[in-house]
């Protein structure tokens, strides 16, 4: 079983930045892949970056693209997610998720296909 934690969420003003950490931790720990997504107040959970585990490729949503950077610490089994202009539409809880089967591109953006989840880290941006 994989244990993921998330921390460095917290309360910015618009146009600061923040950065979250995801480590995991858990025996035989071997996913293909670790994602972050969020879920703002009375909306959906959406998906916000991903990146495998060992490729370092990356995809991000269109709404956090030039402004958001997955990276990650194989020495670590650590995820980071990197947000830099923030703005208040940026607040939610976010998410740290793996997933065991490959993914491409907009094919990792589905939740329901990752298969451990964080409790999450809440962001607030003010304006």
């Known amino acids: 079983q994989v244990q993921l934690v998330e921390s460095g969420g917290g309360l910015v003003q618009a146009g600061g930045s923040l950065r979250l950490s995801c480590a995991a931790s858990?025996?035989?720990?071997?996913?293909?892949?670790m994602g972050w997504f969020r879920q703002a107040p009375g909306k959906e959970r959406e998906f916000v970056a991903v990146?495998?585990?060992?490729?370092?490729?990356?995809y991000y949503a269109n709404s956090v693209k030039g402004r958001f950077t997955i990276s990650r610490d194989n020495a670590k089994n650590t995820v980071y997610l990197q947000m830099s202009s923030l703005k208040p539409e940026d607040t939610a809880v976010y998410y740290c998720?793996?997933?065991?089967?490959?993914?491409?591109?907009?094919?990792?953006?589905?939740?329901?296909?990752?298969?451990?989840w964080g409790q999450g880290t809440q962001v607030s941006v003010s304006s």
């Open positions: 998720a793996a997933r065991r089967v490959y993914c491409s591109g907009y094919g990792c953006s589905r939740d329901r296909e990752y298969d451990y």
């Open positions: 858990g025996g035989g720990f071997s996913v293909y892949a």
């Open positions: 990146i495998s585990w060992s490729g370092g490729s990356t």
